[in-house]
């Protein structure tokens, strides 16, 4: 039902089935996961959620998928790109925020953390910063790990966009690792991050460090 391209690599994920195949083309095979719930990819690899809360990540440079955790009653998990990193989101069933940040060696230890501050979460987006919205519509965002302080050089504070969105009561999104999109109530989009509609040289010009509405949409 979904499949996500990439350079020599395809995903793709059947609902129906229940099964995360990918196919490698350097290998010449495909790899199998059983049972998977969520799956996302991000610009640095792919990342799956199986019915156990067994949790699954690669890349193009793997040879075969990697469980790299487990998160009991895990629904949803949402991959991003922080900082020259790998980093995940978790939802589980019972509307908690798990977060992780998958370190380059393998062979390090990996655990995702419980976001105590996040309750009531109904979703979940990373990409370019991290986004949780919560039942009551409360828009949460940060970047990199949550509360750790750590800024974009090219936005403003993490609090300053979270505010803007709660102000235009954003309530859908889609994060990429370079842009932020986000729909309000009323319809209206809205943007922020690398901006693609101006093709400055100035690298001023090229960010956007609040939400800014398309008016063109």
Known sequence: ???????RTMTAWYI?????????????ETLVLEDVKSFSVGSGGYAAVLNDGDIFFWDSKSEKPLCVGNVPNAEKITLGYEFGHNYALVLDAEKQVYEC???DNENSPIDFKKIDELRSV?????????????????VRFWIDSFDSGRKSPYMDS??????????????????????????????????????????????SDRFVVSPERILSI
């Open 1 to 7: 039902k979904s499949a996500y391209p990439g350079k």
């Open 122 to 138: 109904e979703d979940i987006h990373s990409g370019n910063g991290s986004i949780a919205v919560t039942k009551s519509g409360e």
């Open 101 to 103: 940040m998958f370190p």
């Open 16 to 28: 129906d089935t229940n099964n995360c195949l990918y196919y490698f083309e350097a290998i010449k």
């Open 158 to 203: 993490p609090s300053d966009i979270e505010q803007r969105c709660n102000e235009l009561d954003l309530i859908k999104f889609s994060l990429t690792p370079a842009f932020c999109v986000g729909c309000s109530k009323k319809g209206e989009v809205y943007f922020w991050g690398e901006d693609f509609f101006r093709k400055s040289n100035d690298k």
